[in-house]
């Protein structure tokens, strides 16, 4: 049964629709051939869930409120996926020189994005000033860095903040925490706060304040913590300045993602319910708000879909070799107990397998033990030439590809519905060629560099 049509200001799918589409995605892949000796793998991105989640974000907070909603670009560096979030009003956050001329080149406005590498480079800081992209700085000796670089090139319209680490603590994912007192990001409040306030006073072109404390595995209310301390900083340097300085507060994302179901939850609004009431002059006009979610924009429209090659019996236990693994589930492959990811089983038609259960193994193509997508998993009965679907996979798995034995980048599909009521099938990303991989991995013989002379 599916969930009933969307209303206004219910833009998210529930759980029956969502297992719905991955059906149909299954199919269709099956249908459409994509999956082959040559191509034992691909991914999929359901469009219309992914426009129901970036609505499902706008829609949590008042049209009236000044706010930049970014879709981080890490999450998913495919160019006309986020050419479809710059189509709809989104910014987008970058962390690195590559993934700023990805964004121009989907079409994002220089103000609407926002660079955010820990480790910008002079001339990278240089070309955000020249472009006018918002940035903001992640420690003193950048601090410094950018003063002479404004007074070298001008400032045109960049909107210039300062990230500070809250130093709230960790979350249950260590790796993911990004306000432990000792995380790499930011300037740390508690250790820096009077010398952040006297920088902001001596440069009145700081007018932005970033924070962000983590992202899977984070309490809603923890993250709400840091943008509560944040926003006290804001106003103590108005106290100091006379006049309101900052005008914009940019509370990164890190909004958890289930992927034990196909519920999405917590949502938008929740995230917007905790922060109004911790923070709740965020919301009455005073500042400008920016926003930089990517898994919670992603995750539950994407699956990865691939083959099964064999299925033996070791020890008892049954095992199925299938083509995904650490090439696209790295983080899964090398964290089983903090990103663990449901598997679904069908036929080589692409239809549902409903077998009685049985624990097996589920593993991936790489030439190392610890390459196992599910582990004792009690799954129908897997058969070759079977399909497994691997849900929630849109935030990070097709844009952190891990090359371990020169395996190849799958390809990766969209899926839409027509207006016509039908489902359309575009091509997103080409599978990397082993032509590709060969020429990727140096020249054909060692090429001589001149000799410099020596000192």
Not at 97 to 107: I, N, Q, V, Y
Not at 311 to 340: D, L, M, S, Y
């Amino acid at each position: 049964m599916i969930d009933a049509p969307l209303r206004t200001g219910q833009s998210l799918p529930g759980p029956d629709t969502l297992l719905h589409r991955r059906r149909e995605i299954v199919a269709g892949v099956a249908r459409q051939g994509f999956i082959g000796d040559l191509t034992p793998l691909c991914g999929v991105v359901d469009l219309d869930t992914l426009d129901e989640l970036m609505r499902s974000l706008t829609e949590a907070y008042p049209a009236t409120m000044p706010a930049l909603h970014t879709i981080a670009a890490k999450a998913i560096t495919l160019r006309p996926v986020l050419a479809r979030f710059a189509q709809a009003g989104f910014g987008c956050e970058v962390a690195s020189p590559g993934e700023l001329e990805l964004a121009l080149a989907a079409g994002f406005p220089a103000e609407r994005i926002v660079f955010d590498s820990p480790a910008k480079t002079t001339t990278e800081i240089e070309r955000a000033l020249a472009l006018g992209v918002s940035f903001n700085i992640d420690n003193f000796e950048e601090l410094a860095r950018v003063d002479q670089a404004i007074a070298r090139v001008g400032r045109h319209r960049s909107v210039i903040g300062m990230r500070l680490n809250p130093q709230t603590g960790a979350g249950t994912i260590g790796a993911m925490s990004t306000a432990t007192p000792t995380s790499k990001f930011g300037i740390g409040l508690a250790d820096h706060r009077q010398a952040i306030i006297d920088a902001f006073v001596a440069r009145p072109w700081l007018t932005q304040l970033h924070v962000h404390s983590g992202s899977q595995g984070l309490r809603l209310e923890h993250a709400a913590d840091g943008v509560r301390l944040i926003t006290d900083l804001a106003a103590d340097v108005t106290a100091r300045t006379g006049y309101q300085q900052v005008r914009r507060i940019d509370i990164g994302g890190g909004l958890p993602v289930n992927f034990g179901s196909d519920e999405i939850a917590p949502t938008f609004a929740d995230h917007r319910t905790v922060l109004e009431s911790t923070v709740p002059e965020l919301f009455d006009g005073t500042y400008g708000l920016v926003t930089e979610f990517g898994r919670a924009l992603t995750a539950k429209a994407g699956t990865i879909v691939a083959r099964v090659e064999y299925t033996k019996v070791t020890g008892g236990r049954q095992i199925a070799i299938t083509h995904a693994g650490v090439q696209v589930a790295t983080r899964t492959i090398f964290g089983p107990g903090e990103w663990p990811l449901r598997i679904d089983v069908y036929d080589a038609q692409g239809r549902p397998r409903a077998e009685q259960p049985h624990v097996q193994d589920v593993a991936g193509p790489a030439c190392f033990t610890g390459d196992m997508l599910a582990v004792g998993r009690e799954l129908p009965f897997v058969h070759p030439g079977d399909l497994v679907a691997v849900p929630d996979t849109g935030g990070y798995y097709f844009s952190t590809h891990f090359s371990y034995n020169a395996l190849p980048r799958p390809a990766v599909y969209a899926v839409e519905t027509h207006p016509d009521g039908g489902r359309r099938w575009s091509l997103v990303r080409r599978a990397q060629s082993i032509e590709q991989i060969v020429t990727e991995a140096g020249e054909s013989t060692l090429v001589p560099l001149p000799i410099r002379p020596s000192d």
